[in-house]
């Protein structure tokens, strides 16, 4: 469930990113494609009784996005709108799984209907910036920042880390979901990491922020 990792999957990642300026009809004319099977998805997983739609984009490089913020804007941003406007008819939530930075598109995904990002860096964007221009406005779905804290840092370090991101990313109106990276091993973390995160978390509960 994509559109963007699908389209470099077809076409490769450096011919995806010189479509955009070379091929931006035939680029569209794909996108539209995979539009339509998200769509048809959408109406499977409706009729199969879902709760939610969850799509993975990874959108982001350490520091900025992988696009242009005008790019997205004009090229992909349509195709997820009618993607999350077809789910909430459906009485689906959205979901969004996108890691590295793209703080410069969240504003859009939120305003063309995403209900829940789920991103596992916090840290190359800040939990407190996030907090500030995004809480309440969507519900986060992290979690501890798997490339930072849950690699190199002490257990005393995840356990606070989890207050910090209980604190800046809870919200009556958004919210915060906890979760643990589905590959603790492929990504380096070791068991008694994983496990103070998770059970720092259960202790942390619905304690306000």
């Not at 559109?3 to 996108?31: A, M, S």
């Not at 339509?36 to 009784?49: K, Q």
């Not at 305003?111 to 916090?122: C, F, N, R, T």
Request: net charge negative.
């Amino acid at each position: 469930m994509s559109i963007y990792e699908r389209v470099h999957f077809i076409r490769g990642l450096e011919n995806t990113w010189i479509d955009i300026k070379k091929n931006p009809v035939q680029l569209t004319q794909l996108i539209e494609i995979l539009t339509e099977m998200n769509l048809a998805s959408v109406r499977h997983y409706a009729e199969a009784g879902c709760d939610g739609l969850f799509l993975l984009d990874d959108w982001g490089l350490q520091d900025r996005l992988m696009i242009s913020p005008e790019s997205f804007r004009k090229i992909w941003k349509p195709a997820y709108e009618k993607i999350f406007q077809a789910a909430h008819q459906a009485n689906m939530h959205t979901f969004l799984h996108s890691c590295g930075y793209i703080i410069d598109i969240l504003d859009d995904l939120i305003e063309i209907g995403l209900d829940v990002i789920q991103m596992d860096q916090q840290q190359n964007m800040g939990l407190q910036l996030l907090g500030e221009r995004f809480g309440g406005r969507i519900t986060f779905f992290n979690p501890v920042d798997i490339q930072t804290v849950m690699v190199n840092g002490s257990l005393d370090n995840i356990r606070n880390y989890c207050h910090e991101m209980k604190h800046h990313l809870s919200r009556d109106n958004g919210g915060f979901i906890p979760r643990w990276y589905s590959d603790p091993k492929g990504a380096g973390h070791r068991p008694d990491a994983v496990q103070a995160m998770c059970d720092e978390f259960i202790k942390i509960g619905g304690k306000p922020g």
